[in-house]
């Protein structure tokens, strides 16, 4: 794909962080996805990714958090998609104060145990802080 000019990065820059809140009901994740999916349409209007992987990557992402939030997290979350310099920052804020852990995987219990390490894997940068009212995983995707 072509290169960034300034008018592209001006563009891109005025997309606007997207905020959702959910309640944390298993049809949320689908939900969470939909939402990164419309801030990413948007996003690509004024500056098309890198390479059509970095789309697919953050969905993925954002899939994996919501998911792990409703499975590990009682109650409510949200997700914030923002523009960063070089790719798109995605937060999630959940009710546990519980950082996220690798776990094994086992065949046996449906193919469940990679999200973590597809969020670590497919991210440049993923950090997690906790508050009083629970955490914020920060994952940093290029685009």
Known sequence: MGGETDDDALGAQEIADRLVRFTGALGDVTEARLAAEAFLRDLTRVLPPTSP????????????????????????????????????????????QEAPVARSFDPGRGGRGIGWYLVQSLS????VITHERGKDVHAFLPW
């Open 124 to 127: 440049n940068q993923v950090g």
């Open 53 to 96: 992987d970095h789309y697919d990557d953050i969905l993925l992402v954002v899939t994996e958090l919501a998911a792990n939030s409703v499975e590990y997290a009682p109650g409510p979350f949200e997700l914030r998609l923002r523009r960063a310099f070089d790719g798109v920052h995605v937060i999630l804020r959940d009710t546990s």
